[in-house]
C-alpha cells in the first residue's frame, strides 16, 4: 500500500483517487474548493454544482474503454449516473449482422452533464475508506527525496498553509494552469518550456501530469494532451493570461 496525494479535484482528481484507494492505496486530495454538504437530492441540479468545477453545465461523452473501466471498478458509479438520467449510447447496436465482432460489447459511450458524474463521484469518494479530503487547501510545491546529497525525487507536497504532506506518490491534476513545471523547477530539476503563444485549452478530461518518487535523475512526468476546447466560466478560464483568447 501507498501513501498517494491527489493535488485537485476535477474528473481526472477524483476518479484517481476512487481508484487508486479501490486498489489498497491510501489517498489524500488536496483541493481548493470549501467542504460541500452532499446529501439525498437531485443530482441533476445545477445549483448544487462546485465552484471551481470547470465546464459543470456542458455535456460530457465518455466512451467504450471508460464506460468499461466504470463497470469493472465502480459500478456505484454507473449506477448513480443512470439513476441521474445519463444516457447510455450502444453503437453496436447500429452495426449490421455482417459487421458484427465478439469484442463490440464494448462500444457502448455514456453522456451527462459534468456537474452530475462530478457529483456520482464525490459520493463515491466519501464511502470509500482510505481517502482523505483536505478542503480549501492548495498544493504550493514538492517536498525533495534526497540521495547522496542531491534530490532525486518527489517526496510529498507543501500546501499554502505551509504543511507538508508526505507521499510515496504525487498524481498532479489540478488542470490546465497546473504549477507543475514550477513545483520541479523548485526541486532544482530543468523547466519544461510551455508555448509561447498561448495555454492549452480546456479539455474534457482534465490534463493530469504525474510526479513519481521512482528512481532516476529526476522524477518522471506525465501529461494527457488536451482533449478538446471549450471556454466556460468556472475559475480556470477566468485564470487565461491577459494577450490570449478564448471562445
Known amino acids: 500500500?501507498?501513501?498517494?496525494?491527489?493535488?485537485?479535484?476535477?474528473?481526472?482528481?477524483?476518479?484517481?483517487?476512487l481508484?487508486?484507494?479501490?486498489?489498497?492505496?491510501?489517498?489524500?486530495?488536496?483541493?481548493?474548493?470549501?467542504?460541500?454538504?452532499i446529501g439525498p437530492g437531485d443530482d441533476t441540479a445545477m445549483d448544487g454544482a462546485r465552484p471551481g468545477l470547470p465546464?459543470?453545465?456542458?455535456?460530457?461523452?465518455?466512451h467504450g474503454l471508460a464506460h468499461r473501466?466504470?463497470?469493472?471498478?465502480?459500478?456505484?458509479?454507473l449506477t448513480a449516473l443512470r439513476a441521474a438520467g445519463a444516457e447510455e449510447i450502444d453503437f453496436s447496436?447500429?452495426?449490421?449482422?455482417?459487421?458484427?465482432?465478439?469484442?463490440?460489447?464494448?462500444?457502448?459511450?455514456?453522456?451527462?452533464?459534468?456537474?452530475?458524474?462530478?457529483?456520482?463521484?464525490?459520493?463515491?469518494?466519501t464511502a470509500e475508506p482510505g481517502v482523505v479530503r483536505r478542503f480549501g487547501q492548495r498544493v504550493t510545491g514538492l517536498l525533495p527525496r534526497r540521495s547522496a546529497g542531491h534530490t532525486t525525487a518527489c517526496a510529498g507536497v507543501r500546501l499554502a498553509s505551509g504543511?507538508?504532506?508526505?507521499?510515496?506518490?504525487?498524481?498532479?491534476?489540478?488542470?490546465?494552469?497546473?504549477d507543475l513545471p514550477r513545483w520541479l523547477t523548485g526541486l532544482g530539476?530543468?523547466?519544461?518550456?510551455?508555448?509561447?503563444?498561448?495555454?492549452?485549452?480546456?479539455?474534457?478530461?482534465?490534463?493530469?501530469?504525474i510526479a513519481t518518487a521512482g528512481g532516476g535523475t529526476r522524477p518522471r512526468v506525465s501529461s494527457a494532451p488536451p482533449a478538446t476546447s471549450a471556454t466556460c466560466g468556472s475559475r480556470c478560464c477566468r485564470r487565461t493570461p491577459a494577450g490570449s483568447s478564448s471562445r
Open 55 to 62: 465546464q459543470r453545465a456542458q455535456g460530457h461523452s465518455f
Open 189 to 209: 530539476f530543468p523547466a519544461r518550456p510551455r508555448s509561447p503563444s498561448r495555454p492549452a485549452p480546456c479539455t474534457t478530461a482534465g490534463t493530469s501530469g
Open 93 to 125: 447496436a447500429r452495426l449490421s449482422e455482417e459487421d458484427r465482432r465478439p469484442d463490440d460489447a464494448g462500444m457502448v459511450s455514456i453522456q451527462m452533464r459534468r456537474h452530475v458524474l462530478d457529483r456520482a463521484l464525490t459520493r463515491a469518494l
Open 163 to 178: 504543511e507538508r504532506v508526505e507521499a510515496d506518490l504525487v498524481v498532479d491534476a489540478s488542470g490546465r494552469m497546473s
Open 19 to 37: 481508484f487508486l484507494a479501490r486498489a489498497g492505496h491510501h489517498v489524500t486530495i488536496v483541493e481548493p474548493d470549501p467542504a460541500q454538504s
Open 69 to 77: 473501466v466504470l463497470s469493472q471498478v465502480a459500478p456505484d458509479v
Open 1 to 17: 500500500m501507498a501513501d498517494i496525494v491527489v493535488a485537485g479535484s476535477g474528473v481526472a482528481g477524483q476518479a484517481s483517487a
